[in-house]
């Protein structure tokens, strides 16, 4: 085999030699193109990583749900099936949320699963910092800029050829592109990530600070044949494959024996991060019940802003944002619970989308921080049941609400796309999803200090997690 033959089927792989491992670079400078369609990209990538698409389409990061067993029952859970109280549900408004997605062209409930080149390389593997489908083409299905067939999408055409002969390993901006964007843009979703985490200062984040650990994200959720650990958070807070601080850390890491002495019931998160969206605002409550057709109403009226975040959008309603948020605490055993589409509600109360499992008697349990998002969504009031309507569409969609204003029209389209029954009567119900608090790790000098939760203004509700009051008072 000649020299070059060699590197390139080398290239991406250690070796080991004198007792020292090497990494031998990827070199993708012989792809030429010209590429039609996104999917020669793939194809192309598969002459040499003949297996990477079968090991992506095993992932949760393309069929966007797992397995999970969830208080007992075993379900399928994830993106594509459940309710949330951000855009609401996945099916009959896929081309906007599958901007985000690892594949090309899922538009409807008919994409093929099964096709290895609908597998999008380049947007975990772009190393040119280009590649942003969600950010250029935000309801391209999918694909980039240039294949969408939407005009306003495909006006700058991404050059497919010079950024596949860049790919390379992924960066936290591949990642971040996607889950720091989340929800409709830049820190909405979860709070602890966002696209501050690219460079985050040591005072953010220790583990990703150029300054600090520098840490790219697979240094933590470790990847193997393209199964990323961790990824079983994708909804409810649990699951088969968790990150923990311990896969890094001693269970008792501290100096002074009465700080490890809280290890064994509060987890490492709850201290070492004091709180989250420290950089940019966070969305914490999203009302929809508010939102109304453009119809008659000026310019000014149909988006207001406030200290530079929209709190009010004719198309989806009232936002609250917050900055420098103190977590809600809440016991934790990795495990958690969801609401299951179609399941009954109490509408005169909170429903929780999904939620932490654990309990102050439950010796696998510890004390752990999250991002309560709240909010106001439609239910079918006649069945009473979570609604699932179809929001996005073709200007002249007749069912979308963003094409037609008309809730009853939305929420026909949608249930059936979800095989559920509209009663034709609709109403407003209070929701919560917790997200796990797990990024923007402080420096040890910035953590909690005792006073923080045992003071006379403690941030903890002790009560709430189970005790008469502080324990330290005992």
């Given at each position: 085999?000649a020299?070059?033959?060699?590197?390139?089927?080398?290239?991406?792989?250690?070796?080991?030699?004198?007792g020292?491992?090497y990494?031998i670079?990827a070199?993708?400078?012989d792809i030429?193109?010209p590429?039609a369609?996104?999917?020669?990209?793939?194809?192309?990538?598969?002459?040499c990583?003949e297996d990477?698409s079968m090991?992506?389409?095993?992932?949760?990061h393309?069929?966007?749900?797992?397995e999970?067993?969830?208080?007992?029952?075993?379900?399928s859970?994830?993106?594509?099936?459940?309710?949330?109280n951000?855009?609401?549900v996945?099916p009959?408004?896929?081309a906007r949320?599958?901007s985000?997605?690892?594949?090309y062209?899922w538009k409807d409930?008919?994409f093929?699963f099964s096709?290895?080149t609908?597998?999008?390389?380049?947007?975990?593997h772009?190393?040119t910092?280009?590649y942003?489908?969600?950010?250029h083409?935000?309801?391209?299905?999918?694909?980039?800029?240039?294949?969408?067939?939407?005009?306003?999408?495909?006006?700058?055409?991404y050059?497919?050829?010079a950024?596949?002969q860049?790919?390379g390993e992924?960066?936290?901006k591949?990642?971040?592109?996607c889950?720091a964007n989340?929800g409709g843009?830049?820190?909405?979703k979860?709070?602890?990530?966002d696209?501050?985490?690219?460079?985050?200062?040591t005072?953010?984040d220790?583990?990703?600070?150029?300054?600090?650990?520098d840490?790219?994200?697979?240094?933590?959720?470790?990847t193997?044949?393209?199964?990323?650990?961790?990824?079983?958070l994708?909804?409810s807070?649990g699951?088969d494959n968790?990150?923990?601080?311990?896969d890094?850390?001693?269970?008792?890491p501290?100096e002074?024996?009465a700080?490890?002495k809280?290890?064994?019931r509060?987890?490492?998160?709850?201290?070492h991060?004091p709180?989250?969206a420290r950089h940019?605002?966070?969305?914490?409550?999203?009302?929809w019940s508010?939102a109304?057709?453009?119809e008659?109403?000026?310019?000014?009226?149909?988006?207001?802003n406030?200290?530079?975040?929209?709190v009010?959008n004719?198309?989806?309603g009232s936002?609250?944002?917050?900055?420098d948020?103190?977590?809600?605490?809440?016991?934790?055993?990795?495990?958690?619970?969801a609401?299951?589409i179609?399941?009954?509600?109490d509408?005169?109360?909170e429903?929780?989308?999904?939620?932490p499992?654990?309990s102050?008697?439950?010796?696998?349990?510890?004390i752990?921080?999250?991002k309560?998002?709240r909010?106001?969504q439609i239910y079918d009031?006649?069945?009473?049941?979570?609604g699932?309507?179809?929001?996005?569409?073709?200007?002249k969609d007749?069912?979308?609400?963003?094409?037609?204003y008309?809730w009853?029209?939305?929420?026909?389209?949608?249930m059936?796309e979800?095989?559920?029954t509209?009663?034709?009567?609709?109403g407003?119900?209070?929701?919560?999803?917790?997200?796990?608090?797990?990024h923007m790790?402080?420096?040890?000098?910035?953590?909690?200090?005792?006073?923080?939760?045992?003071?006379?203004?403690?941030?903890?509700?002790w009560e709430a997690l189970?005790?008469?009051?502080?324990p330290?008072?005992?």
């Open positions: 085999m020299k070059k033959e060699l590197m390139m089927a080398l290239a991406g792989s250690t070796i080991l030699a004198c020292t491992a990494a670079p070199d993708h400078a030429t193109g590429f369609t996104p999917m020669e990209v793939t194809a192309t990538c598969l002459e990583h990477a090991e992506v389409m095993k992932t949760s393309w069929t966007w749900q797992k999970q067993v969830i208080e007992g029952k075993k379900v859970r994830g993106k594509a099936n459940v309710i949330n951000f855009c609401i996945y009959s408004n896929y949320c599958s985000c997605h690892v594949g062209g409930a008919n093929d096709d290895p609908r597998v999008d390389c380049l947007a975990c772009d190393t910092g280009t942003n489908k969600p950010g083409a935000p309801a391209g299905a999918g694909m980039p800029p240039g294949f969408t067939g939407n005009e306003k999408f495909d006006k700058n055409p050059d497919l050829v950024i596949a860049n790919a992924p960066s936290r591949n990642c971040l592109i889950h989340g843009g830049n820190a909405v979860h709070g602890d990530i696209m501050s985490l690219v460079k985050p200062s005072d953010l220790v583990h990703m600070s150029p300054e600090g650990n840490f790219s994200c697979q240094e933590c959720h470790k193997d044949k393209h199964s990323i650990k961790g990824d079983a994708l909804v807070p699951g968790p990150v923990t601080c311990l890094c850390h001693d269970a008792e501290h002074k024996k700080l490890n809280h290890t064994a509060v987890a490492c998160q709850t201290c991060i709180a989250f940019y605002a966070t969305k914490m409550n999203w009302d508010t109304k057709s453009p008659g109403m000026t310019e000014e009226q149909k988006t207001i406030e200290d530079g975040h929209p009010y004719f198309m989806k936002f609250v944002y917050e900055k948020v103190i977590p809600e605490y809440h016991w934790y055993n990795g495990t958690g619970g609401y299951t179609g399941d009954k509600i509408p005169t109360k429903t929780r989308l999904n939620y499992l654990g102050k008697n439950d010796p696998n349990s510890r752990a921080p999250f309560a998002h909010g106001t009031k006649g069945n009473n049941i979570l699932a309507p179809k929001l996005f569409g073709s200007p007749p069912d979308a609400y963003w094409a037609q008309d009853n029209k939305a929420m026909e389209a949608g059936k979800n095989g559920l509209y009663s034709g009567e609709y407003w119900a209070k929701t919560v999803t917790y997200w796990p608090t797990n790790v402080a420096p040890a000098k910035n953590a909690l200090k005792c006073n923080d939760c045992h003071g006379k203004n403690g941030r903890l509700d189970g005790y008469k009051g502080d330290r008072k005992k």
